[in-house]
């Protein structure tokens, strides 16, 4: 009996042990955390990095003539369909054209193409940039051309080009009266002189590089001195010149020769009041009277300096225009 009670005893005893490791085993169980699962590898690589590569042509020595296209062809690699590109044309820090073009690409190749060209007057330092902005498909890239300037020739009389048509443009726009065609011509010259006698400077009918720059660039025109006269002309002694003007702004430039040192052409404010067409027995040709016998005329002789009677001599195949371009009663300022 005492053996069995013994036995017993240790089998509680036992049975109690295991108990409480059972219950430790649990408590730990719970307060470990249950591991994350396995990540899973992300199989979307992303956009691909791209290139823009720029290449300038149409230039000469470096330099674009004038009134002539530059031309940017670009590169992206690789392509993908849909792309496009920006491109901005600069002069300085001045943005003069921003454009967004599609690239296309290049049959066989794994890269694609774009163009970009304009057609230049003013001077200045240009440059181009090309920006593709991050896609799905393609990451961001740039790139930008050397800076570049403008070349404006030595025209002389008797050329013919194109680049003379915008050179007698240009003068036109300053109102250098011209015949605005492709040849420098006898009225070309006239239009020269007339810019030349503004400008203050020699008094020729030879153009400069330099004069084709001021023209481009939007000088080299008259300052009126009367603005506000409505339609009238002036007449500039210093510097022997007539302008007809309406509106608050110059319309015409002519060059003339007034009065000579001993027949000075009178100076103030006067009022067209009689019209002459055709050629009078002294040779004065379509004559507009202003004072007297003072006129504004034609003349085989103009030139660059005083050597008339007293009247304003302008060239005779500018005559014509002058006269129908008088109208009675317009004032006319004559001053030094």
Not at 131 to 157: C, E, Q, W
Not at 162 to 185: C, H, I, M, P, W
Not at 246 to 262: L, Q, R, T
């Amino acid at each position: 009996m005492g053996n069995t009670l013994g036995r017993l005893s240790v089998l509680i005893i036992a049975i109690a042990a295991l108990g409480t490791l059972l219950i430790g085993a649990s408590a730990a169980s719970a307060q470990t955390p249950t591991p994350d699962p396995p990540a899973v590898p992300d199989t979307d690589p992303g956009p691909q990095p791209s290139k823009l590569n720029l290449r300038l042509g149409g230039l000469r020595g470096g330099k674009l003539r004038v009134g002539e296209r530059f031309k940017v062809s670009g590169t992206l690699r690789p392509w993908a369909a849909g792309e496009k590109v920006t491109l901005i044309l600069s002069r300085g820090k001045k943005t003069l054209k921003r454009k967004t073009v599609f690239v296309k690409q290049k049959k066989g190749a794994d890269y694609g193409r774009f163009d970009f060209d304009e057609k230049l007057v003013k001077p200045g330092r240009y440059s181009v940039q090309a920006i593709k902005n991050p896609s799905a498909n393609l990451g961001g890239s740039k790139d930008r051309t050397r800076t570049f300037r403008m070349d404006y020739p030595d025209l002389d009389p008797g050329n013919r080009s194109d680049t003379v048509a915008l050179f007698n443009r240009l003068l036109e726009a300053q109102g250098y009266v011209n015949d605005e065609n492709k040849s420098y011509d006898a009225a070309t010259g006239r239009a020269v002189l007339a810019f030349h006698k503004v400008n203050g400077q020699k008094r020729s009918e030879n153009a400069t590089p330099g004069d084709f720059k001021k023209l481009a660039d939007g000088r080299g025109g008259y300052n009126l001195k009367y603005p506000g006269a409505g339609k009238h002309v002036e007449t500039d002694l210093s510097r022997q010149v007539m302008v007809l003007a309406k509106g608050g702004k110059v319309d015409e430039i002519y060059h003339i020769s007034s009065g000579a040192p001993a027949t000075p052409t009178i100076t103030g404010r006067f009022e067209f009041y009689r019209k002459e067409p055709g050629t009078n027995n002294v040779g004065m040709v379509n004559s507009v009277y202003f004072q007297g016998g003072y006129a504004i005329h034609g003349y085989p002789s103009v030139p660059t300096y005083p050597a008339s009677h007293g009247c304003l001599r302008n060239p005779i195949p500018d005559s014509k225009h002058i006269y129908n371009w008088v109208d009675i009663g317009d004032p006319i300022y004559v001053y030094k």
